[in-house]
């Protein structure tokens, strides 16, 4: 008989230890599991955002130097090899469309009206900057001028405006991205530390019950007339002899 609450005693220990094992394993493999999809979200963005990044600023870097040739192109007496900045123009234009039409294909911006903005702003422009080379072949050097300045300048300014437009929505994306991250994390968070203080629940718990029972002797104890000693299992009190 002695050996029995040494057994109990051993046996209870036995299923705390292996409890905790299961309850620590049980965190890390939600931890691996959140850790993942955390992963495979940043991954998505990445892939899908870093090749719109590069696009855009390869974009607007051809776009200045388009802009740039067309003000010394229309001022050829300080430029010694003007007759090579029409063709260079021209190649720069045709490759700036390109990208244009790479940035519209983006995986990142279907369903969303940077796509037909882009396609637009740079159809555009492109056929802006033919008609002003067309102007400048002619020799219509005034012409080209006042072109420049009055529609090709200004099709430049909001051909920016469109591609800053979509600048600020790759980048609306990943602060949305980095908010979700920060909510899903403080939720996770709390439910590995309730998960895992599993122990410390349940040892509150039980000093909650003991220090119940406790009190519940004590009343029964030193104020009978508020315990259930003189109650009947019907709930009233014993009949008076």
């Given amino acids: 008989m002695k050996g029995l609450p040494y057994m109990f005693s051993r046996r209870v220990r036995f299923w705390l230890v292996v409890g905790l094992l299961i309850s620590n394993l049980g965190v890390g493999i939600l931890s691996l599991f959140f850790l993942r999809s955390v992963n495979q979200r940043y991954a998505l963005l990445f892939e899908r955002s870093i090749p719109v990044v590069n696009n855009l600023r390869t974009l607007t870097r051809e776009l200045g130097a388009v802009q740039r040739l067309a003000r010394r192109v229309v001022d050829p007496s300080h430029e010694p090899a003007w007759k090579e900045l029409p063709p ?7 490759r700036a469309h390109a990208h244009a039409l790479d940035i519209s294909n983006a995986e990142l911006f279907k369903t969303t009206p940077h796509v037909s903005a882009i396609v637009d702003m740079s159809r555009d422009y492109d056929a802006k900057v033919d008609h002003f080379l067309e102007l400048i072949r002619g020799g219509k050097l005034a012409e080209a001028h006042n ?6 300048r200004p099709t430049y300014d909001n051909y920016q405006i469109t591609l800053d437009g979509a600048a600020d929505y790759v980048e609306s ?4 991205l980095r908010d979700r991250y920060t909510q899903d994390s403080r ?3 709390g439910l590995l530390l309730a998960f895992a203080g599993w122990p410390v629940i349940a040892a509150g718990v039980a000093v ?3 220090a119940l029972l406790i009190i519940t002797l004590l009343v029964t104890i030193f104020a009978p007339e508020f315990g259930w000693s003189k109650r009947g299992p019907g709930g009233s009190n014993p009949p008076v002899k």
């Fill in 173 to 176: 994306q990943g602060n949305n």
């Fill in 208 to 210: 909650f019950v003991l």
């Fill in 147 to 152: 072109y420049n300045v009055e529609i090709l």
């Fill in 187 to 189: 939720f996770f968070g």
């Fill in 88 to 94: 260079l123009m021209a190649d720069t234009s045709t």
